[in-house]
Each structure stands twice: as structure tokens, then as C-alpha cells.
């Protein structure tokens, strides 16, 4: 069954570095998503991305954050200035259409900011 | 914005037994309902989903329920294995696939 594959799995940088965490949609999938989880709390939704534009945004993807397509496979985010609290769990997830239609999750990148 | 809240955050359940999570939602625009399961170190996978215009859906041992004018939705987990064992999320869905997501609750199937 197709995936969405995420890499790293962990990534630890110091605070005030530039981080990308990367992802690999599911190939003809068309919509894709960031969300995060700080430990211990909810799922939150980052962004969400269609034809090269973002859709819609959260109130925490700020000016820090960025995602791009650059490629016919790869979809990125990237923070600019890492804060202490961008330490979580970072998901990517994709699918074929939105509204009302499943979104499949990668395994996640575990962001430790030092 | 939406609010998801799920109840309860721990279940354990005898194997064999049924498991019940319940999850309610705050915007009435919302119209589509995933739950997922967690297992440890993996991303939330999709169990079963919901959409507004069906009251109930099964997939084996697997139910959702969804009361659009109590605005709450419930998972169904029958005959409860070990392997069961798991965090489950339900959310909720308005636009642009945003999904807004419950806190989670710990299932643990004893033996």
C-alpha cells in the first residue's frame, strides 16, 4: 500500500538554526498538510498546500515557517529561526482530494531544538 | 474555529470486551469525521471515517456513530484484541481538509 514517507526521523539543531523536514506524498495524491504534536498534547494543524499555493494556515505557521514543492515528489517545511518551542513532532500527510476525503499520515519527524 | 474535545483520555478494557470513545465538535460547517490510531513511534493511521450525510458506518469489528444535531460522534471498538492496544484521535473537518483533532485517548486491551 502506497505511504507517505518522511525523513529524518529525528532532527535535533540548535536554536536560531534553519531546519527542512522533509516529505514524500503519496505519488498521485494532490493535496498535502504539515501538522505537529507538542508531547503530551493535540495534533495541530500547520498548512495545508494545493497546486503550488497554500490553502489555508494556522495561526502557528508564522513567518518563520515555509513549505515548498520543489520538486514533482518532495514536499518541504521549513523554519527559519528555531524557537525552544518548535520542539515537536512534526507529521506530513497527503490526499487525492480534499474535503471530505482521507488524509494518510507519514510516520513523523521528531524536531529537538537545544 | 473548531473545538474537538474526547472523552475519556485512558480505557482499559478486559480482551474481548467492547471499547467505546466519544468526541464532540463545536462547528456545525463540519462535515467530515476520520478516526486514527497511534501506535508508538508510528504517524496516526486512518481506522475509519464519517461523513454528514451518514449516521453510522461498520467496518468489522469497527463502528463510528455521528449525531449531527448533538453534534458528537462516537468509535465503536467490539470484541477487543491486545493488539487494539493504542492512542486513538478522532477530528473533524470543515475546509480545505483542515483537520482538528481530539487530545487522544489511551486504549490498553488486557489479557
Known amino acids: 500500500e502506497p505511504e507517505v514517507t518522511q525523513t529524518p526521523s529525528h532532527q535535533v539543531t540548535q536554536m536560531g538554526q534553519e531546519v527542512i523536514l522533509r516529505c514524500v506524498p503519496i505519488?498521485?495524491?494532490?493535496?498535502f498538510y504539515w501538522y505537529r504534536q507538542i508531547l503530551g498534547q493535540k495534533v495541530e494543524f500547520l498548512v495545508s498546500?494545493?497546486?503550488?499555493?497554500?490553502?489555508?494556515k494556522s495561526e502557528i505557521f508564522d513567518d518563520q515557517f515555509s513549505v515548498e514543492r520543489p520538486d514533482g515528489s518532495n514536499f518541504t517545511l521549513k523554519i527559519r529561526s528555531t524557537k525552544l518551542e518548535d520542539s515537536a513532532m512534526y507529521f506530513c500527510?497527503?490526499?487525492?482530494?480534499?474535503?471530505?476525503?482521507?488524509?494518510?499520515f507519514g510516520d513523523g519527524t521528531r524536531l529537538s531544538i537545544l | 474555529g473548531e473545538n474537538v474535545e474526547q472523552h475519556p483520555s485512558t480505557l482499559s478494557v478486559q480482551e474481548g470486551d467492547s471499547a467505546v470513545i466519544k468526541c464532540t465538535y463545536s462547528?456545525?460547517?463540519?462535515?467530515?469525521f476520520p478516526w486514527y490510531k497511534q501506535e508508538l513511534g508510528k504517524g496516526p493511521q486512518l481506522i475509519i471515517d464519517i461523513r454528514s450525510n451518514v449516521g453510522e458506518k461498520k467496518d468489522q469489528r469497527i463502528a463510528v456513530t455521528l449525531n449531527k444535531t448533538a453534534k458528537h460522534f462516537s468509535l465503536h471498538i467490539t470484541e477487543t484484541q491486545p493488539e487494539d492496544s493504542a492512542v486513538y484521535f478522532c477530528a473533524a473537518s470543515s475546509s480545505w481538509g483542515k483537520l482538528q483533532f481530539g487530545a487522544g485517548t489511551q486504549v490498553v486491551v488486557t489479557p
Open positions: 498546500f494545493y497546486n503550488n499555493e497554500i490553502s489555508e
Open positions: 462547528d456545525s460547517a463540519s462535515n467530515y
Open positions: 500527510a497527503s490526499s487525492d482530494l480534499t474535503d471530505n476525503q482521507p488524509q494518510h
Open positions: 505519488s498521485n495524491h494532490l493535496y
